[in-house]
Protein backbone atom coordinates (compact mmCIF):
# COMPACT_ATOMS: atom_id res chain seq x y z
CA UNK A 1 0.00 0.00 0.00
CA UNK A 2 2.52 2.66 0.55
CA UNK A 3 4.52 1.87 -2.37
CA UNK A 4 0.95 3.10 -4.35
CA UNK A 5 0.80 6.28 -2.11
CA UNK A 6 4.64 7.25 -4.04
CA UNK A 7 2.68 6.97 -6.99
CA UNK A 8 -0.43 9.05 -6.80
CA UNK A 9 0.25 13.07 -7.80
CA UNK A 10 -1.34 15.44 -5.38
CA UNK A 11 -2.02 19.21 -5.39
CA UNK A 12 -4.33 20.72 -3.24
CA UNK A 13 -7.61 18.62 -3.81
CA UNK A 14 -6.71 17.29 -6.70
CA UNK A 15 -5.25 13.31 -7.34
CA UNK A 16 -3.81 11.47 -10.15
CA UNK A 17 -2.54 8.27 -10.87
CA UNK A 18 0.87 8.63 -12.82
CA UNK A 19 1.96 5.96 -15.62
CA UNK A 20 4.13 4.36 -12.78
CA UNK A 21 0.83 3.63 -10.61
CA UNK A 22 -0.93 1.73 -13.73
CA UNK A 23 2.64 -0.77 -14.22
CA UNK A 24 2.25 -1.36 -10.46
CA UNK A 25 -1.21 -2.39 -11.05
CA UNK A 26 -0.62 -4.33 -14.02
CA UNK A 27 2.42 -6.57 -12.39
CA UNK A 28 0.26 -7.04 -9.14
CA UNK A 29 -0.88 -10.28 -10.73
CA UNK A 30 2.32 -11.91 -10.73
CA UNK A 31 2.01 -11.47 -6.74
CA UNK A 32 2.22 -15.04 -5.03
CA UNK A 33 2.85 -16.42 -8.74
CA UNK A 34 5.86 -19.06 -9.33
CA UNK A 35 8.16 -17.91 -12.28
CA UNK A 36 8.00 -19.90 -14.90
CA UNK A 37 10.29 -17.77 -17.43
CA UNK A 38 11.79 -14.52 -17.59
CA UNK A 39 13.62 -12.62 -20.35
CA UNK A 40 15.96 -9.75 -21.26
CA UNK A 41 18.86 -9.32 -23.38
CA UNK A 42 21.22 -6.36 -22.92
CA UNK A 43 20.86 -6.12 -27.00
CA UNK A 44 17.60 -6.09 -27.28
CA UNK A 45 14.36 -3.79 -26.70
CA UNK A 46 12.05 -6.97 -25.23
CA UNK A 47 11.74 -8.20 -21.82
CA UNK A 48 9.34 -10.33 -20.03
CA UNK A 49 8.18 -12.28 -17.26
CA UNK A 50 5.59 -15.44 -16.66
CA UNK A 51 4.23 -16.24 -13.62
CA UNK A 52 1.52 -19.15 -12.75
CA UNK A 53 -0.60 -19.37 -9.70
CA UNK A 54 -2.49 -22.31 -10.13
CA UNK A 55 -4.36 -22.44 -13.56
CA UNK A 56 -3.49 -19.07 -14.32
CA UNK A 57 -0.72 -17.58 -16.05
CA UNK A 58 0.44 -13.71 -15.87
CA UNK A 59 2.72 -12.62 -18.86
CA UNK A 60 4.29 -8.92 -18.45
CA UNK A 61 6.12 -8.07 -21.96
CA UNK A 62 7.79 -4.59 -22.02
CA UNK A 63 9.18 -3.06 -24.91
CA UNK A 64 11.84 -0.11 -24.41
CA UNK A 65 12.09 0.75 -28.04
CA UNK A 66 11.26 4.15 -28.92
CA UNK A 67 10.25 3.20 -32.72
CA UNK A 68 9.79 -0.41 -33.28
CA UNK A 69 6.92 -2.72 -32.75
CA UNK A 70 8.17 -6.50 -31.87
CA UNK A 71 6.80 -10.07 -32.59
CA UNK A 72 6.33 -12.42 -29.82
CA UNK A 73 5.13 -16.34 -30.27
CA UNK A 74 4.81 -18.12 -26.68
CA UNK A 75 4.23 -21.73 -27.19
CA UNK A 76 2.22 -23.11 -23.55
CA UNK A 77 1.59 -26.74 -22.07
CA UNK A 78 -2.48 -27.08 -22.97
CA UNK A 79 -4.99 -24.38 -24.85
CA UNK A 80 -5.17 -21.24 -22.83
CA UNK A 81 -8.09 -19.07 -22.16
CA UNK A 82 -7.79 -15.39 -22.35
CA UNK A 83 -9.05 -13.64 -19.02
CA UNK A 84 -8.01 -10.44 -19.44
CA UNK A 85 -5.75 -8.53 -21.85
CA UNK A 86 -4.19 -4.83 -21.05
CA UNK A 87 -1.38 -2.32 -21.96
CA UNK A 88 -0.15 0.97 -21.27
CA UNK A 89 1.39 2.52 -24.71
CA UNK A 90 2.14 6.01 -26.08
CA UNK A 91 3.64 7.60 -28.69
CA UNK A 92 5.59 10.20 -26.95
CA UNK A 93 7.65 9.07 -24.18
CA UNK A 94 7.13 12.45 -22.72
CA UNK A 95 3.72 12.13 -21.97
CA UNK A 96 2.45 11.77 -18.48
CA UNK A 97 -0.25 12.25 -16.59
CA UNK A 98 -0.53 15.43 -14.34
CA UNK A 99 -3.23 16.79 -11.70
CA UNK A 100 -4.15 19.27 -14.50
CA UNK A 101 -4.52 16.58 -17.20
CA UNK A 102 -5.00 13.28 -14.97
CA UNK A 103 -5.66 11.01 -17.72
CA UNK A 104 -3.38 11.34 -20.69
CA UNK A 105 -2.26 7.44 -20.33
CA UNK A 106 -4.26 4.59 -18.60
CA UNK A 107 -4.10 1.32 -19.31
CA UNK A 108 -6.53 0.34 -21.90
CA UNK A 109 -7.49 -3.01 -23.69
CA UNK A 110 -5.08 -5.31 -25.65
CA UNK A 111 -6.60 -6.82 -28.85
CA UNK A 112 -3.31 -7.47 -31.01
CA UNK A 113 -2.54 -11.47 -30.04
CA UNK A 114 -4.04 -14.28 -31.55
CA UNK A 115 -4.15 -17.74 -29.85
CA UNK A 116 -4.10 -20.62 -32.03
CA UNK A 117 -4.44 -23.98 -30.14
CA UNK A 118 -1.32 -24.05 -27.62
CA UNK A 119 0.55 -20.72 -29.51
CA UNK A 120 -0.07 -16.63 -28.67
CA UNK A 121 1.05 -14.56 -31.21
CA UNK A 122 1.47 -11.29 -29.92
CA UNK A 123 2.56 -7.91 -31.90
CA UNK A 124 4.15 -5.59 -29.35
CA UNK A 125 4.29 -1.65 -30.07
CA UNK A 126 6.68 -0.02 -28.90
CA UNK A 127 6.49 2.28 -25.76
CA UNK A 128 4.46 -0.34 -24.16
CA UNK A 129 4.30 -2.70 -21.07
CA UNK A 130 1.36 -5.46 -21.43
CA UNK A 131 -0.10 -7.82 -19.27
CA UNK A 132 -1.97 -10.99 -20.38
CA UNK A 133 -3.89 -13.14 -17.92
CA UNK A 134 -4.42 -16.92 -18.90
CA UNK A 135 -6.53 -19.98 -17.86
CA UNK A 136 -4.49 -22.85 -18.83
Given at each position: ??????????????????SSYFVFEQHEKHRN?????????????????????????????????????????????????????????DEDFERHNHVDYPK?????????????????????????????????
Amino acid sequence: MNVLKLILLTEGGKMTKTSSYFVFEQHEKHRNGKLIDCYRDKNDTISYTVSKKKTELTISICNDSLTSSEELTFSLEGVPRLKEANYIVDEDFERHNHVDYPKTMSKLDFTNYEITGNRIYITVPAMSIIILRLEV
